[in-house]
């Protein structure tokens, strides 16, 4: 069955019935020809997801789905994660959201670091916020999430290092440590993590994390860690980490 997320949260329909517009109207009757009688799931912001079924297309451009019955499970992973990305050059960072995004994570921050060539002004900001959303939305639905993870929107060095103290457990992926045959910290970091406690994940651009940054990090109590015997691209360190996560988490340990 096809998913379709949602603004408004399903506690608000006063009634048994589902009223979708705009996106989700054009979607189902426009691309996916669905007609009355197909079933879609519908998750809402809070991550509460139900079974719904397609009884018509009204002249006001809306399509009425009928409450079939909760979908009755959890697609999230059982930690919460993080991961903060040095802005990379081209389109990397679409590749990085998107498929994080359908490896589980919840959170994604780009940031400016100093090897980063890539930089934002405000107005760049905006419409790269916008963007992102989008390829958030498009990824959990067709991951089948019950939630579209958050983008935090351009951290500096300072921000970033204020924003980890909400967090238990951090981590850098430091290619120094890969070359040097690090291969312990992010095994033994998972192993001690338990159900809903959190992790930030830091990665450089192309070029990586300078040696001043590195510092601070690990003044902030972050732990640098290689991600095995070779060194990983800019957008492939992250989906190794996160594909990591999910064996450990929900193959591995069932989620337990």
């Known amino acids: 069955m096809q998913r379709y997320m949602i603004s408004k949260g399903l506690n608000e329909f006063s009634t048994a019935s589902l009223f979708l517009s705009g996106d989700h109207y054009h979607h189902m009757k426009n691309v996916m020809r669905f007609k009355p009688g197909t079933k879609v799931y519908v998750t809402d912001p809070n991550s509460y997801s139900c079974i719904g079924e397609i009884i ?7 399509v009425i789905l009928k409450w079939v019955a909760d979908e009755g499970k959890n697609n999230e992973l059982p930690i919460d994660v993080t991961i903060a990305c040095g802005l990379p050059k081209g389109d990397k960072l679409d590749l ?23 930089k934002w002004d405000e107005s760049k900001k905006k419409k790269k916020q916008q963007r992102f959303q989008k390829i958030t939305q498009e990824a959990a639905e067709q991951a089948h999430r019950q939630a579209v993870p958050k983008i ?15 967090y238990q457990f951090k981590l850098v992926a430091y290619e ?3 070359k040097a ?20 994940i830091i990665f450089g651009p192309e070029g990586g994390l300078s040696p001043a940054e590195i510092d601070k990090f690990r003044e902030k109590d972050f732990l640098t860690c290689g991600l095995g015997p070779r060194i990983l691209r800019t957008e492939t360190a992250p989906l190794y980490a996160l594909s990591a996560i999910s064996y450990q988490f929900e193959l591995l340990n069932r989620g337990d």
């Open 56 to 62: 018509e297309y009204t002249s006001e451009k809306q």
């Open 181 to 200: 045959g690090e291969q312990g910290a992010f095994a033994k970091t998972l192993q001690q993590m338990k159900r809903g406690e959190r992790l930030l």
């Open 176 to 178: 120094e440590d890969a």
């Open 152 to 166: 935090e929107i351009l951290k500096t060095m300072d921000e970033l290092l204020t924003f980890s103290n909400d």
């Open 96 to 118: 990085i959201i998107q498929k994080s995004t359908e490896l589980g994570v919840n959170t994604i921050i780009p940031f400016s670091s100093d090897y980063s060539i890539v």
